[in-house]
């Protein structure tokens, strides 16, 4: 009678589990590592001593309360553009609706700061930087080192700056900054070093990484959520909505509009004139100089950039934001989510848990990242340093060790849950063959590398 008891209190457990929603259950949480970032003009690492992605994850009937202090686990910085800010600990509390709905009444438009929360405790904002044209003064305004906006930084412009082309130059290598120390990404949190084509060469001066890398041959992971309550996925998925046909690019439904002139908006609005468009204020350097267009295609996103589709988190099928980029993996607007929400929009940061909750204890994730990701260790031969990326989203921690080819361990090193890449020094190493052996807790690979100099 005991031995069937404990059989069917674990099958009770495990089935609360499997169906415990993902709001619940993807975040990366973290109560021993600490963080790094690259001081502008060190290109040492700085220990910053606060602790990386969530640090406790609780749940009521309606909600998902997710404590983080904003720093990821991949190192930040430097900010090239002047930007006087490191990422510093945000102490936050973000409740998430674990039932989010459709707002089908008055659309609520993306705002500046916090508008969703990646599965690491970063914040993401929207395209705009608090920057826009002041057609009293034909000058910008907001915004550091700007005259302030008529009506200040909530007031309604006609031409507001997209901050992923405008502040290219003060973002990391991992597409990310600070606002007075809120570390935040605007867009995909991959790095620029990884794209098709690299538009940044800040990963060459300072090596840094992002959240996940790429994989063009599987679905996205979950990264996010949006403060209405819905998931963001990253730039990859089922190409129709029902799970089948393959996976693909998912793609933007807004294009670059056909203009000279900053007159109208996209839908025909007489608005106050724009600059001209020149080499300063080029095409895209504005939010309204994109317009939507739909698409009968299942694999271009709505004017929220989601879409309603199965998801290998969501097999019923859920409404999701996907973080959308080009051809050449360069982010794509509205990058993430907006400009306006397709749920139900609240500010989501709160001073403290106001409900019964049950704190969510995370099990070793059963889904290796040995498995099925692309692993790449560069270069190879190699002479003093040796790179090893992984591919997609590592939720665990993977241990990697050093040995000859007789087993003998030489070093060892990690990659924690929210990076995907680590570095061996290896100039005290002899010339000759080594194995590399890799340790998820779920699986084990070994790869060979060849010293040569």
Known sequence: MRNTTIILCVLISTIVKAQLNPAITSWLQNTTKTGTYYPKGNPSLTENNILVNCQKVEYSDDFVYVTATGIPSYPTGPFNDGNPSNAENQNGIYKIPLNPSQNTSELDATVGGNIGLFINGVALFDYR???????????LCGGPGNPRCPGGPNASMA???????AE???????KGHPAMGNYHHHQNP??????????SDICNIYDAEGLYAIDSTKHSPLIGFAYDGYPIYGAYGYANNDGTGGITRIKSGYQLRNITERTHHHDGTDVDDGPSIDATYFLGYFREDYGFNASPQEDVLDEHNGRFCITPEYPEGTYAYFCTVDGDWNSAYPYAVGPYFYGNFERRNVSSVDAETTVYIPTTNNIS??????ITVFPNPASDLIAIQLGGLNRNNVQITLSDMNGKKISSTSIPPGSTITYYDVQTVYEGNYLLHFDDGINQLTRKINIQR
């Open 190 to 199: 991959s790095a620029f070093k990884l794209d098709l084509e690299v538009i």
């Open 369 to 374: 990242i040995l498995n099925h990701t692309k």
């Open 168 to 174: 290219k130059e003060g973002f990391d290598c991992a």
């Open 159 to 165: 031409w507001n700056r997209d901050a992923i082309p």
């Open 129 to 139: 930087d608090g920057v826009a044209w002041n057609p009293q003064t034909n000058a």
